[in-house]
């Protein structure tokens, strides 16, 4: 063994990010802490046998957790092995703290109460309604308020929904074990209510839609498991969530912001925050 190899740290986490990132789920379930996956490696624990995301290394891990458990959590990434960058999570931990599992190079982000990006995600009272990751709406959400929307975020999208039903409730709880459904009315809570959140999903819901027309996507691309095709025709499910987003009632705050349309900016630049060493 040489110096350099002796010097190098030796991990406490798995190798594989998705087996890592159950493990710590696992962990917090077991003290009673509600943490939930989000980002591209939740989309890969709710299919994880699909090529276009299992065939690329990604190192990085993002939870959600309530205020509440924050500390508790924070603590427990420290003990497996994970190093806090303490000048940012003393700034900004209270709603985003950052990790680096030095040893794999691999960045963790938790977030905390909600999620903003383009738009705010308040996700603190429904981390119960599923697992491992937060629930498939607020997951679907996650990608389609983005509005320079990228295409692996469209793939993302498109993923959710042609693996996932279309329902009134969230359905079974637990990814691992039921297959979940994208609860509409938590949908519609957000397009329905807020005339930005409606520009921005329905502009994008129709950017997955000129994907599938236009070709955008490759067989390989929606190659969910060898030997299976996708549960649900992705172009009937977007069609059915444009539908059911178009028929909503409206809220009067929608109509009256509605008026003003995009003379106004209808969403919020999301900031790069640095990080330097802990």
């Not at 420290?78 to 190079?105: C, I, S, W």
């Not at 059915?240 to 630049?269: C, D, F, H």
Request: proline share 6%.
């Amino acid at each position: 063994m040489t110096a350099d190899m002796a010097s190098e740290p030796v991990p406490q986490t798995l190798a594989d990010p998705l087996a890592e990132a159950l493990r710590v789920i696992d962990l917090c379930d077991a003290r009673g802490l509600q943490v939930r996956l989000l980002g591209g490696m939740a989309v890969r624990a709710h299919a994880p046998d699909w090529t276009a995301r299992s065939r690329k290394v990604e190192v990085d891990l993002d939870f959600a957790t309530r205020g509440k458990d924050r500390p508790a959590l924070f603590a427990l990434l420290e003990a497996e092995g994970y190093t806090p960058d303490k000048r940012h999570n003393a700034l900004f931990g209270g709603a985003q703290g950052y990790f680096m599992d030095v040893a794999r190079h691999r960045p963790v982000d938790v977030v905390v109460d909600k999620l903003e990006m383009c738009h705010r995600i308040e996700f603190a009272n429904r981390l119960g309604a599923s697992k491992p990751t937060i629930p498939l709406a607020e997951l679907l959400l996650s990608k389609l308020q983005i509005v320079q929307i990228n295409r692996k975020d469209v793939l993302d999208a498109m993923v959710l929904l042609a693996e996932h039903p279309l329902g009134q409730d969230d359905g079974d709880i637990d990814a691992r074990t039921g297959l979940g459904s994208i609860s509409l009315p938590r949908l519609l809570s957000y397009t329905s209510n807020d005339w930005g959140w409606w520009r921005t999903v329905t502009g994008n819901l129709e950017r997955l839609a000129q994907f599938l027309d236009g070709g955008g996507f490759t067989a390989e691309d929606l190659d969910l498991q060898a030997g299976r095709p996708p549960r649900f025709d992705p172009a009937a499910q977007v069609a059915a969530l444009q539908a059911a987003i178009a028929n909503a009632p409206k809220s009067t705050r929608w109509n009256m912001r509605a008026r003003v349309g995009e003379r106004v900016k209808w969403y919020q630049e999301p900031e790069e925050v640095g990080h330097g060493p802990s």
